[in-house]
DNA sequence: TTGCCGCCTTGATCAAGATCAAATGAAAGG
DNA sequence: CCTTTCATTTGATCTTGATCAAGGCGGCAA
């Protein structure tokens, strides 16, 4: 796998672009340099497998750009994808090195990876990286509770709301808004991969965006660009609280 | 609430019986002592409700005895469970101070508490217990991905027998079995609690565990108490990779 | 004893979403 | 321009689990 990983130029952890929000983020400048040491850059094409369940990984990694998903499959076909992994989100675990997932490029992505042995031992020599990576746990198994309530409670429609609203949410930080307040964003996800974030087949995806269309709740240009005219509106269709509830 | 617990007579660290499983496995005699300084424990009777989503929490705790939930619920009602929390486990984290679950005793329960503050400082300053944490943390999320396949992509009668397949791998490490290699083990769970963990109504969970009665993968004593004749034929109903699958 | 209450089981019916099956539309290649 | 391919949409029908509705079965207090 991974035959057409072009050799990047290394590239300079003070340029990169999630230096801040990364397992690094906290290094300073002499962990830094510790980590440039065992460092290197891999790319994948979009559709292409980073790992399989059951490999033996010897690395872990950072998303520099683009996105991945985590995924689980049973013997019969039946996928779910348990994670998805944007920019500056982690891969691997210290001390495993069987992959429990499979890793999956959607998009065109770039990983930073470390080699396995000196980053447990960097873990195990400085507090920062540790101290960082698990607050990213932290808040990634939040964010796997929440989708617990989404895959055992919600219906259908409610599901394609909350994963729209997650997108857009995302988005929001940096990105355009059209006139009037709308906001526009690029799915990044085919239809099927949606179905298995979200424990629905494609079919009830498809039609689920189109009952939100119809309903005025987006609009949709191209199949993958969608425009969300009234996000509280689509916020209603969640079934989360939405009482601005201050719930940190 | 916790009206009716009753100040226990402290406990040495020494003696706890989750000693060597908990956020403070880690810890040398000084930093023990340390936790003990900042420790104080309280008990909850069955059904008590130990901190509502959205209460400020002031303390973070280890689950001494009993079982505990974690859970979320929807502003009409439905309810998913998120999290068990079974003896050593723990509850809260580091740097929030408002609870976003719903945590209930199930079971007559005990819990260690320490004081917020000074389990943050001794974070900060010693790495044991960060970790430690960190290492129980990765744990959850692999189980609550687990739970994602479940909820997602798993028929009732595979939801079902999962759960109980869980619950007697748990209680096999120290447990009664009957002649034969038979398991047996109570359910800590209402058939309410049940259906909120996998996301079924109590109907669904009551049919389906008749049906394995009737088919012969389980027996019942006593509504509580399961017996497995033969734990494989169970595991081959939760859909999961049986054939001996070394995935660590 | 009796009656109540929690918890559980069972039955009848309903509906949300899955499944099976085509059709559409856009991009890619010859 | 034509064909192929792949993602998506839409329709018809089926199935699983939800919902609505009784009862059953201890345990416990009066």
Redesign the interface.
Known sequence: MALHSPKLSPQDCGDCPIRHRAVCSRCEADELARLEGMKYYRSFQAGQTVVW??DRMDFVASVVTGIAT?S?T???G???M??LLLPSDFVG?P??T?A??DVTATTDLVMCCFRRKPFEDMMATT?HV??R???M??D???A??E???L???KTAREKIASLLTMIARRDAGLKKRSAGGAISFDLPLTREAMADY??LTLETVSRQISALKRDGLIELRDKRRIVVPDFDLLSDET???TDG?L??
């Open positions: 369940s059951g985590l689980q049973m013997e019969d039946r996928r779910q348990v994670g675990r001390g495993r069987v429990p997932y507090p540790a101290q990576l698990l607050e746990t932290l990634e198994l939040d796997a509770r989708w617990l309530l895959l055992g409670r979200l424990g079934g989360d609280d509830g719930v940190a």
